[in-house]
Nanobody
Framework: QVQLVELGGGLVQPGGSLRLSCIVS????????MGWYRQAPGKQRELVATITSDHRTNYADSVKGRFTISRDNAKNTVYLQMNSLKSEDTAVYYC????????WGKGTLVTVSS
């Protein structure tokens, strides 16, 4: 059973930074495309960033220049470095793996507030 576990959420002040991690099990990460999505209260889930198996990246316009997605295949882990956080970044962040099927983690809450 493929599992994705997100770590690193929490409360941070505007302008601060957080790094999210997504640990993937029961699958070889290097073969698969990965992504981070988020869902704010009362809104639909939206794409934040994706990274392909060959390390090509794509970002939502709202996070370009502030967020960085990366992967460490040896550790079966995908990261999302979030800098210059804004209140509008407050959301539950979900890790996604596109393999032979679509897999999701349970999410981690990021709250940006003073």
């Amino acid at each position: 059973q493929v599992q994705l576990v997100e770590l690193g959420g929490g409360l941070v002040q505007p302008g601060g930074s957080l790094r999210l991690s997504c640990i993937v099990s029961e699958i070889i990460l290097s073969f698969n495309d990965m992504g981070w999505y988020r869902q704010a209260p009362g809104k639909q889930r939206e794409l934040v960033a994706t990274i392909t198996s060959d390390h090509r990246t794509n970002y939502a316009d709202s996070v370009k220049g502030r967020f960085t997605i990366s992967r460490d295949n040896a550790k079966n882990t995908v990261y999302l470095q979030m800098n210059s956080l804004k209140s509008e970044d407050t959301a539950v962040y979900y890790c996604h793996c596109q393999s032979y099927a679509s897999f999701w983690g349970k999410g981690t809450l990021v709250t940006v507030s003073s």
